[in-house]
C-alpha cells in the first residue's frame, strides 16, 4: 500500500465516514449534473437542430441549478387518497439504491469506497433495489397511469436484468474474479496475441456482452426505446405521474446519477475502469501502480463513463419508443439467448487458451 | 435482423444533425436577441407614407402583376422663400394595391415601405410619416 492509503488510515473513523459520504455525493451528483447538462440539455438539441437552454448562464450552463430552485420552490402535493408514508419513501429508495451502487466503483488503486471481493454481484443485486421503489411509487399514487407505469418497470427492469448479469457471466469468466479491482487489473495488465499497448479491454474480446450489456442497460435506465413505464403519451409520466416538487427532483436526480453509475460500472467491466494499460508506465501488479493514478483514475474513469453516456444517450435520442410485448420479446427471446451462447463460447475459448 | 441497416442509418441521421448544428449552426432563431430575415421572395406587406408620395409610379410599374394603382395631380404649393415662385407639386389622389410579391426587389420609391411581417395579404396599408 502506498501514501494516499497511509493517510486515509490516520483520519478517525468519523473523519474516513464523512470523507467517504462526501466522495459518494461528489461521485454520484457530478456525474449526473454534467450528464443532465452536457446529454440532455445540449447534445439533445443539437440532435434536433436546436441550441437548448442559452439563457442561465453561459451557454445555458447554470440551467439545471435554475431547475433545481424552481422545483424546490413547488409545493409538495401528494394524492388523497396516496399511501402517504410509502408514497414519500419511494424516491429514496430510487436514490439510496444509486448510492449504494456508488460504492463499488474503484476509482484509482487505492481510491475506492469498498472493495468487495464480490464486488459485481453486489451490484447487479443492489441495482434491482430501484425496481422496489419504482414498484412501490406507482402503487401508492392512487392513480391507475402510475400503477400501470410502475408494473410496466417492474416487469422491464426484472426481464432486463437477466441479459445483464448474463452478459456480465462472461466477463468474470475471462476475467477470473468477480472484483472490480480484479477486473480492472486483469484487463490493463493482459494481453492481446502477445500485444500488450492496449492492455486487453473487454469490450473487444467480449464485444456481444458488451452489445447485451448496454442494451440492458438502456432498459433498466428505462430511457428510450425502452422507456414504456414513463411513457408520457400513454402513461402521462408512469410511475411519476403524482410526483412533483422535490419528490420529483430525487426521482430525477436518481435517473440521471444511476445512468452515470451504470456507465461507471460498463468502463469498468468493458473499457478497462481508472487505469490506462499497465505496460506504459512499466506497472505489472495492482501495488506496483504510482500513487498518482490515485488522482488521475477519476478523470479517466470519468472520460470512460462519459463515452459510455454518449452512446447511450445517442441512443436514447435516435429510436422511438417500442411496444410492451415487442420489448419482452426482445428480452426473453433475443438478449437471453445470445447471452446464453456468449457465456459457453467464452468457457470454451477460455478452457482453450 | 432485417432491421440492423435502418437502426445504424437512425444513428447516422441523429449524429449528422449534430455535427450540423455544431458546425453551422442551428436551424432556429434566438428570438428576442436576434430577429429573422424574411426569406428570399417572401410576401411581405408593402405600405404606403403618404406625405412622401410624388406619384412617381415607379411602384406601379415595378410591379410585376399590375396590381398598383396611383392616380394623382398637380397643385402649387407657396414658395420656400418670400419672393419666389410657387412650387409644383404632386399629390396623391387614390391609390391601391392588396399586396405585392416585389420578387424581393426593393421598392423604388421614397413613399413605399415593404413590412416584414408575411401573414398573407393585406389591405393597402396607409401608414402615418
Excluded at chain 1, 475506492?112 to 402503487?139: D, P, Q
Aim: one cysteine or more.
Amino acid at each position: 500500500m502506498n501514501t494516499a492509503s497511509l493517510i486515509i488510515a490516520e483520519v478517525p473513523y468519523w473523519g474516513q465516514s464523512l470523507l467517504r459520504v462526501l466522495g459518494g455525493l461528489v461521485a454520484v451528483l457530478l456525474p449526473a449534473g454534467t450528464i443532465v447538462y452536457l446529454f440532455l440539455f445540449k447534445m439533445m438539441s443539437f440532435m434536433q437542430s436546436r441550441l437548448g437552454p442559452m439563457e442561465a448562464g453561459p451557454y445555458g450552463s447554470m440551467q439545471l441549478f435554475a431547475e433545481v430552485g424552481k422545483w424546490l420552490q413547488k409545493e409538495d402535493i401528494y394524492p388523497a387518497r396516496a399511501d402517504k408514508f410509502i408514497f414519500k419513501l419511494a424516491p429514496l429508495i430510487v436514490l439510496a439504491s444509486t448510492f449504494l451502487l456508488v460504492v463499488v466503483v474503484p476509482f484509482g488503486p487505492d481510491a475506492w469506497f469498498t472493495n468487495f471481493e464480490a464486488g459485481i454481484f453486489y451490484a447487479l443485486a443492489v441495482s434491482s433495489v430501484s425496481v422496489l421503489g419504482i414498484l412501490i411509487a406507482g402503487w401508492s399514487s392512487a392513480n391507475k397511469y402510475s400503477l400501470l407505469g410502475g408494473l410496466r418497470a417492474a416487469g422491464q427492469l426484472i426481464a432486463y436484468e437477466l441479459p445483464m448479469v448474463l452478459a456480465v457471466i462472461g466477463v468474470v469468466i475471462q476475467a477470473g474474479t468477480m472484483n472490480l479491482q480484479g477486473i480492472v487489473l486483469a484487463q490493463n495488465s493482459g494481453s492481446m496475441f502477445g500485444f500488450d499497448g492496449l492492455g486487453n479491454p473487454y469490450v473487444l474480446t467480449q464485444f456481444v456482452g458488451f452489445v447485451i450489456f448496454m442494451i440492458s442497460v438502456q432498459a433498466e435506465l428505462t430511457q428510450a426505446p425502452f422507456d414504456m413505464p414513463v411513457a408520457e403519451s400513454e402513461l402521462v409520466s408512469g410511475y411519476m405521474t403524482e410526483y412533483s416538487g422535490f419528490r420529483f427532483l430525487i426521482f430525477f436526480i436518481g435517473e440521471f446519477a444511476t445512468a452515470g453509475v451504470f456507465a461507471m460500472i460498463a468502463s469498468v467491466l468493458f473499457l478497462g475502469g481508472w487505469a490506462v494499460p499497465f505496460s506504459w508506465f512499466g506497472w505489472t501488479t495492482m501495488d506496483s501502480v504510482d500513487n498518482w493514478m490515485n488522482f488521475a483514475g477519476p478523470l479517466i474513469l470519468f472520460t470512460k463513463m462519459m463515452v459510455i453516456m454518449f452512446l447511450v444517450m445517442w441512443v436514447r435520442f435516435s429510436y422511438p419508443r417500442l411496444r410492451e410485448d415487442q420489448l419482452q420479446r426482445f428480452a426473453w427471446k433475443v438478449l437471453i439467448p445470445i447471452s446464453l451462447v456468449n457465456i459457453m463460447l467464452t468457457a470454451i475459448l477460455k478452457v482453450a487458451f | 435482423m432485417p432491421k440492423v441497416p435502418g437502426l445504424f442509418k437512425g444513428l447516422g441521421v441523429t449524429l449528422g444533425t449534430f455535427a450540423r448544428t455544431v458546425t453551422q449552426g442551428a436551424n432556429t432563431v434566438q428570438y428576442p436577441h436576434e430577429k429573422e430575415t424574411p426569406p428570399i421572395r417572401s410576401r411581405g406587406v408593402i405600405a404606403l407614407h403618404e406625405g412622401n408620395c410624388t406619384s412617381c409610379m415607379l411602384c406601379a410599374r415595378s410591379c410585376p402583376d399590375w396590381c398598383i394603382y396611383i392616380e394623382g395631380h398637380k397643385e402649387l404649393a407657396p414658395p420656400r422663400r418670400a419672393g419666389g415662385k410657387p412650387r409644383q407639386v404632386n399629390m396623391l389622389d387614390r391609390s391601391g394595391a392588396p399586396s405585392m410579391n416585389t420578387q424581393n426587389q426593393a421598392l423604388p420609391t421614397c413613399c413605399m415601405t415593404k413590412s416584414n411581417s408575411a401573414n398573407g395579404w393585406r389591405p393597402f396599408q396607409k401608414l402615418p410619416n
